[in-house]
């Protein structure tokens, strides 16, 4: 029996890292790059709610000072359909916080997501979940108050804020190490992997819950008591 359970772990193993060298090789001609090492790189972000941001060290490192208020901060850039995005983090604050990549968001009515003619946003997650936008999100990070430690992501898709996949355990709760975060996404199949091991990998069959989102921004969000840090955030069209 124990035999079996080793083999059964190594074929996993296995899988992870074929899924991994898969999505590494299908990288196509870069999109955008950005090291978020400095206020000047950050130029034509936007803050929503009242998140903050320090540059040291090549990193940048955002928080709500006083753990006023969730926060999310929109890279202007607009994306493909398809795509492969990387980024680093590192935990300051390992007792309590949250980390969401939102991503494909735009307005219900294919409005740029920073429109004035949109409804004015300040990180209360109801304005991004069941407001007037629409957008894919996935939290690989979580260790609030309430669900201390939580072992697995979420892939919600929203408006709505459907949960379409619970996933594996996102990053450690308690790790401050540096870890490398990779989102791919090829039209409709969405996949997440920490460090090359995979978190989420779901089929959207752009029916139950209405059609494939395709272009739109990337925002980061984190909940008021987080403090990670970010850098060398890529994107990638997909390799044809």
Same mark, same amino acid.
């Given at each position: 029996m124990?035999?079996?359970?080793?083999?059964s &772990?190594?074929?996993?193993?296995l899988?992870?890292?074929?899924?991994? +060298?898969?999505?590494?090789?299908l990288?196509?001609d870069?999109v955008?790059?950005?090291? %978020? +090492?400095?206020?000047n790189?950050?130029?034509?972000?936007?803050m929503e =709610?009242s998140?903050q941001?320090?540059? @040291?060290d090549?990193? %940048?490192?955002m928080f709500?000072?006083?753990?006023?208020?969730?926060?999310?901060y929109?890279c /202007?850039?607009e994306? /493909?359909?398809s795509?492969?995005?990387?980024w680093e983090?590192r935990? %300051?604050h390992?007792? &309590?916080?949250?980390?969401?990549?939102?991503f +494909?968001?735009?307005g219900?009515?294919?409005?740029?997501?920073?429109?004035a003619?949109l @409804?004015?946003r300040?990180?209360?997650?109801?304005?991004?979940?069941? =407001?007037?936008?629409?957008?894919?999100?996935?939290?690989?990070y &979580?260790?609030?108050p309430?669900?201390?430690?939580? /072992?697995?992501?979420?892939?919600?898709?929203n408006?709505g804020?459907?949960?379409?996949?619970t =996933?594996?355990?996102?990053?450690p709760?308690? +790790?401050?190490g540096i870890h490398?975060?990779?989102?791919v996404?090829d039209?409709?199949?969405?996949?997440l992997?920490? *460090? *090359?091991? /995979?978190?989420? *990998?779901?089929?959207d *069959? =752009?029916?139950?819950?209405?059609?494939?989102l395709?272009?739109?921004?990337?925002g980061f969000?984190?909940?008021?008591?987080?403090?990670f840090?970010y850098?060398?955030?890529?994107?990638?069209q997909l390799?044809?």
């Amino acid at each position: 029996m124990e035999i079996l359970k080793n083999t059964s &772990a190594f074929l996993i193993f296995l899988s992870a890292i074929a899924t991994s +060298s898969f999505a590494q090789n299908l990288k196509g001609d870069l999109v955008y790059s950005n090291t %978020l +090492s400095s206020e000047n790189e950050l130029k034509g972000w936007t803050m929503e =709610g009242s998140g903050q941001t320090e540059y @040291k060290d090549g990193w %940048l490192c955002m928080f709500s000072p006083e753990e006023k208020s969730h926060h999310v901060y929109w890279c /202007p850039e607009e994306f /493909p359909e398809s795509f492969i995005a990387e980024w680093e983090v590192r935990n %300051l604050h390992p007792e &309590a916080g949250l980390c969401i990549v939102f991503f +494909s968001a735009e307005g219900l009515n294919g409005e740029d997501i920073l429109s004035a003619r949109l @409804k004015q946003r300040n990180g209360n997650f109801k304005h991004y979940t069941k =407001g007037d936008i629409n957008n894919y999100h996935i939290s690989y990070y &979580a260790n609030t108050p309430t669900q201390k430690g939580r /072992p697995f992501a979420h892939l919600r898709k929203n408006i709505g804020f459907h949960k379409v996949q619970t =996933g594996e355990a996102g990053i450690p709760h308690n +790790s401050e190490g540096i870890h490398t975060v990779r989102l791919v996404k090829d039209s409709g199949h969405i996949q997440l992997f920490i *460090d *090359d091991r /995979p978190v989420i *990998d779901w089929q959207d *069959d =752009g029916k139950k819950f209405g059609t494939v989102l395709g272009t739109g921004k990337i925002g980061f969000r984190q909940m008021k008591w987080t403090r990670f840090e970010y850098r060398n955030f890529n994107l990638y069209q997909l390799a044809q």
